[in-house]
Structure formats: C-alpha cells, structure tokens
C-alpha cells in the first residue's frame, strides 16, 4: 500500500517556467511534511518542510502548498533554472516510532 | 569529512554471492536506514534500526539482512546475491526532533549483480 503518492513521475520544464509536483496521503496522523532533492550521483538532501497548521511555506524560489482538507500537498519552483534538475520526493512523518515514508519521486529537467 | 560515508562506491558481484555493504556515520545520530533506489519506484525502506539493540525490517527484506555494530555502523548483507538486486543502495540517519525529522543520506552504493 503505497502511503503517500506521488505524481508525475517526470517532469520537463522550460527554464524561467514553473515546476510542480503534486503529493497526496491517506493517513490523517502525519504531521510533517518534507521535500527531499537528490542530484545525480548524488544521495537526497533535505530541501524544505511544512507542517499541516499552515498553507503555505516559501524558502527562495521553493514554496510549499498544503491542503490539509484534501490530504495534498505540493512542491513549486518558481523561475526554474537548469540547475534545478534533479529528481524529488516528497515524504510524509508522523510523530513516533515509525520511518519518513516516501513517495516514489519526480525526475525535473529544465532546459534552456 | 563526510557525516555519513559508504563502502564500496561500486560493486560488480556474482550470482549467489554473498556480499556486505557498510555504512558508518559521525553525526551522533540513533536512528539509521537501509534503502534501495530503483528507476521509477523511488527510495523502498529494506531495514531500519532506532538503536543499536533495535532492528525493524522494512518493506522489503526478503533476501537481506543487517547488523548494527554500534551506534555509528549499519551494515546491509544480501546473503545470496541475484541480478534483481542490482540498484543503488542509500544509508541514511536520523535523530529525531519535536513533530519532525530529517534524514541524512550517505553518497550511496552502485551495485551491480551479474
């Protein structure tokens, strides 16, 4: 049973567009909510987080959109640039004794 | 120095081979992971440990094994190796915060089973 779903799998935007990844959960006990950004070669990396109690969370051209009524949230970056490439998971945790889980990821090209 | 560092970068092995990966980390952190990362089906959790008396088995076990040799040392057997099992392997730690937790992963292992 996959937890937390993630979607699309791949992504090829225009550089100076804007990328979005959607994610949504079924189990209401999570709590946090992080993006994860991993380079070729290279192993994830935490990029930014939300908790449920806000909407939104805006870090440079990274911001976080949270609907906690639809279980989804969702990853946008603004001004896409060729570095910005790479592929990013969305993950969901709930306070206790279990793991991050992790959606199956979204491989982002920016092409110039 | 790397805060979480993993050994091999790169391993060619047989069938039926038993082989280990190793994984240390100097963050301090309790919590370390096991993953394995294929194309188009993401990061899938293999084992995990909380503490160095602490092994969980993730969702997918079948055909590994672990040994947590202290605090800062996980390792990943794949006691019979087959070609399935070619992937890339993820350490990672955690130590968990108040209604959060990071995870750090090592630069990860390349395995190829022939």
């Known amino acids: 049973q996959q937890q937390v779903k993630q979607s699309p799998q791949s992504l090829i935007v225009q550089k100076g567009g804007i990328s979005i990844i959607n994610c949504a959960y079924e189990?209401?006990?999570?709590?946090?909510f992080p993006w994860y950004q991993q380079f070729p070669g290279k192993g994830p990396a935490l990029l930014i987080a939300?908790?449920?109690?806000?909407s939104e969370k805006k870090e440079g051209r990274f911001t976080i959109s949270f609907n906690k009524s639809a279980k989804q949230f969702s990853l946008h970056i603004m001004d896409s640039q060729p570095g910005d490439s790479a592929t990013y998971f969305c993950a969901a945790f709930s306070s206790g004794n279990t793991p991050l889980v992790f959606g199956k990821g979204t491989r982002l090209s920016v092409i110039a | 120095d790397a805060d979480v560092t993993q050994t091999p970068r790169n391993r060619i092995t047989k069938t039926g081979k038993r082989i280990m990966l190793e994984c240390s980390q100097t963050?301090?952190?309790?919590?370390m992971y096991w993953y394995r990362q294929d194309p188009g089906l993401g990061l899938r959790l293999i084992y995990y440990s909380f503490d160095v008396k602490d092994i969980n088995k993730g969702e997918i076990s079948d055909g590994y094994s672990v040994s947590r040799q202290a605090q800062a040392k996980f390792s990943l057997s794949l006691e019979s190796a087959i070609p399935n099992q070619t992937a890339l392997y993820f350490c990672?730690?955690?130590?968990?915060?108040?209604?959060?937790?990071?995870?750090?992963f090592g630069p990860g292992t390349r395995l190829l089973v022939l």
């Open positions: 963050k301090g952190h309790d919590r």
């Open positions: 189990n209401t006990a999570f709590d946090y």
């Open positions: 990672a730690t955690s130590e968990p915060g108040h209604r959060q937790e990071t995870q750090y």
């Open positions: 939300i908790r449920p109690d806000v």
